[in-house]
C-alpha cells in the first residue's frame, strides 16, 4: 500500500535481518557465532543487544578498526577478538583501507561502478596477518552449534575456501554477496552459491543489502545458508 509516497508493508520478521538471526540462533542453539569481517565491532554488539550471551570470535584485521573493536568489546569475557584476516592462504598481504573504513578489502575496488563513491576510495594500505580458518582453528572443538558470518567485501569464496573443513563443524552461515561486485575479481553470488551447497549447505534466506534508490538495482545481498540436514523442508 502506498500513502503520501509512501510504500507501506505488513511487517514480516523474515525480511528483518536482526529478525531471521534471533530465530537462526534460538532455533538452532548457537553456542558460538564466528564474526569474519568484524570492522569495529558492529555485527558482536547487535548481537548483544539482541540478548545472545554465548561466546562471539571476531576477526578483524586492520589496526584502527581493531583498536575500535577491542574499545567496543569492552570487558565482555565471552567475546574473543583477533587481528587477523581470513583467507586461502597463510601469511600476510595488503588491504586496501576505504574512506569510510568499511569498505576496505584485500580486492581493489572497481572504480566506474554506479554506486563507486568517495567512501568506496581507497585512502591507503597495510600489511596484515592473513590465515586459513582450517589453520587457525584446526581439529579444535570451541562449541556445539556454531554460526558463522562473513562480511569481507568481495573476499568471501576466498575465505570459504581457507576453511572447508572447518566447515563440516558449522550449522548456520550468514555471508553478505554481491551481485554485481565491487571489487576486481570479487566473488558473485553464483559463486557463493554453488560452493556452500557443494558443502552440503542451502541457501535458507535471502535478505536485501545496497541498492541503487534511484533504479531499484540491487548489489548486494546477505544470504543465510543452513546445513541441509537442519533445514526444514
Known amino acids: 500500500m502506498k500513502l503520501f509516497g509512501i510504500n507501506i508493508q505488513k511487517y514480516n520478521p523474515a525480511n528483518v535481518e536482526e529478525e531471521q538471526i534471533i530465530f537462526l540462533l534460538s532455533k538452532h542453539n548457537i553456542d558460538v557465532v564466528i564474526d569474519i569481517g568484524a570492522n569495529v565491532g558492529q555485527y558482536g554488539l547487535m548481537l548483544r543487544k539482541l540478548n545472545y550471551d554465548k561466546r562471539i570470535i571476531s576477526f578483524e584485521p586492520i589496526s584502527e578498526c581493531y583498536e575500535m573493536l577491542k574499545r567496543n568489546k569492552g570487558t565482555d569475557n565471552l567475546w574473543d577478538i583477533y587481528k587477523i584476516a581470513a583467507g586461502d592462504f597463510d601469511g600476510t598481504s595488503q588491504i586496501n583501507i576505504s574512506n569510510n573504513l568499511v569498505s576496505s578489502s584485500l580486492l581493489k575496488p572497481h572504480e566506474k561502478l554506479p554506486m563507486y563513491d568517495d567512501g568506496i576510495r581507497t585512502v591507503k594500505t597495510e600489511t596484515i596477518t592473513v590465515s586459513k580458518l582450517d589453520s587457525f582453528f584446526g581439529n579444535r572443538t570451541i562449541g556445539d552449534s556454531i554460526y558463522l558470518k562473513i562480511d569481507v567485501q568481495g573476499f568471501?569464496?576466498?575465505?570459504?575456501?581457507?576453511?572447508?573443513?572447518?566447515?563440516?563443524?558449522?550449522?548456520?552461515?550468514?555471508?553478505?554477496?554481491?551481485?554485481?561486485?565491487?571489487?576486481?575479481?570479487?566473488?558473485?553470488?553464483?559463486?557463493?552459491?554453488?560452493?556452500?551447497?557443494?558443502?552440503?549447505?542451502?541457501?535458507?534466506?535471502?535478505?536485501?543489502?545496497?541498492?541503487?534508490?534511484?533504479?531499484?538495482?540491487?548489489?548486494?545481498?546477505?544470504?543465510?545458508?543452513?546445513?541441509?540436514?537442519?533445514?526444514?523442508?
Open 156 to 233: 568471501e569464496r576466498e575465505t570459504l575456501e581457507g576453511g572447508l573443513g572447518f566447515l563440516k563443524s558449522i550449522k548456520v552461515i550468514q555471508v553478505e554477496s554481491s551481485l554485481s561486485s565491487f571489487y576486481n575479481k570479487g566473488s558473485k553470488i553464483e559463486d557463493i552459491m554453488s560452493l556452500l551447497r557443494d558443502q552440503g549447505f542451502l541457501p535458507y534466506n535471502f535478505i536485501k543489502g545496497v541498492k541503487n534508490n534511484s533504479t531499484g538495482q540491487l548489489f548486494e545481498v546477505d544470504i543465510f545458508f543452513v546445513r541441509e540436514q537442519f533445514v526444514i523442508s
